[in-house]
């Protein structure tokens, strides 16, 4: 008896042992386990290539090209519908030149080819490309976005184009060699930029008429007004600065050092949503430059790359994209650090950048 006793007991104390290591160990289940979440973009940026006619579509969260679609001759100036389905792009045949070129000597222009494409998000594709007057560059969309403002570079005119029946309403003739064009957040004017006579034309969006012209300072390119519309500025790429307005009187009424005159060229402009911080790209002097709105000082410039001229921010402000024409490719600024964390390879010479969120 001693024996089993001494047997027995020895198999209850390795039976207890094993369930009380058991119940230490926890049960794995499905439901403890993270459910892995895809990350879904909340924005794509769209980016225009001047010399290959094609359109590149970025996804924010890869920074890499998802798709490129064709759009035809020299697509530059890009902007969207106010409910973000639809993409207009400035399409041109005339042949590409710098400033001082004999024309002379150029290819003929395809005026078949000129218009502004009108391209759908959903689908990623060109639907039509509808007429906006001679060799349009740049644009705008009137507040209620029935209307397109369109500079017509080679007649020293502007064109209003209705939407709604694809057709140009009225051509007015501004200064030689228009390019930026850009309307008011109240709506009521349209400014216009004219490289050759260094001057802005103001035109009533009401009167549709130019009512005010007034000059600015040399070659200037692009406009950005404050959310207020009470103030505007001028970007004057051969004087290394801004020209600040007052946009309720039409008048100039200061300047902002951006660099030096020939290196520091400034091209594009781009507000904050706030108003508070500019942003402004400088062609050949490779570098976007900061502005606080507040004292109309530049505060600091990040370089970028070769030549850039299109920017636009990420709708939660953390990232800047430029298109950079000579290296073919699109810079990625961390606006935390202010640094370049990626340059995404686009087509050839990209010229404009438009976000729109998702």
Request: proline share 6%.
């Amino acid at each position: 008896m001693s024996l089993l006793n001494t047997l027995r007991n020895a198999f209850l104390g390795f039976l207890i042992l094993s369930l009380s290591s058991c119940s230490n160990e926890q049960p794995t289940t499905p439901s403890d386990k993270k459910a892995e979440v895809p990350k879904i973009a909340t924005y794509r940026v769209y980016v225009t290539n001047e010399r290959s006619g094609d359109l590149s579509i970025i996804d924010p969260d890869t920074h890499e090209v998802v798709a490129t679609v064709p759009l035809g001759k020299r697509p530059r100036g890009i902007h969207s519908s106010h409910d973000g389905k639809t993409i207009y792009v400035a399409l041109s045949g005339s042949p590409i030149a710098g400033p001082g070129v004999d024309e002379s000597k150029l290819p003929p222009a395809d005026k078949k080819a000129d218009g502004i494409g009108v391209f759908d998000v959903g689908s990623n594709k060109l639907l039509k490309v509808i007429a906006a007057g001679s060799d349009p560059e740049e644009f705008d969309l009137s507040k209620d976005g029935t209307l397109l403002y369109v500079s017509n570079e080679d007649i020293a005119s502007a064109s209003i184009v209705d939407l709604g029946s694809d057709k140009v309403l009225q051509t007015i003739k501004v200064g030689e060699e228009p390019e930026g064009v850009t309307t008011s957040p109240d709506g009521k004017f349209v400014y216009v930029t004219s490289e050759d006579q260094g001057a802005i034309s103001v035109i009533d969006t009401a009167a549709r008429k130019v009512i005010k012209t007034f000059e600015v300072g040399h070659r200037p390119r692009d406009v950005a007004f404050l959310p207020d519309s009470s103030k505007a500025y001028v970007s004057l790429e051969n004087d290394g600065k801004l020209a600040v307005v007052d946009a309720v009187q039409h008048k100039k009424i200061g300047e902002v050092e951006i660099g030096t005159a020939g290196q520091i060229k400034p091209m594009s402009i781009l507000l904050s949503k706030n108003g508070k911080t500019g942003y402004v790209s400088t062609g050949r002097g490779k570098k976007v430059f900061l502005l606080d709105t507040t004292t109309d000082k530049s505060t600091s410039s990040i370089e970028v790359g070769d030549r850039p001229w299109g920017i636009a921010v990420s709708p939660d402000g953390k990232y800047l994209y430029s298109a950079n024409g000579p290296s073919n490719d699109v810079s990625v600024v961390d606006l935390s650090t202010q640094t370049v964390i990626k340059r995404i390879k686009a087509g050839e010479s990209p010229w404009g950048v438009l976000i729109i969120s998702k």
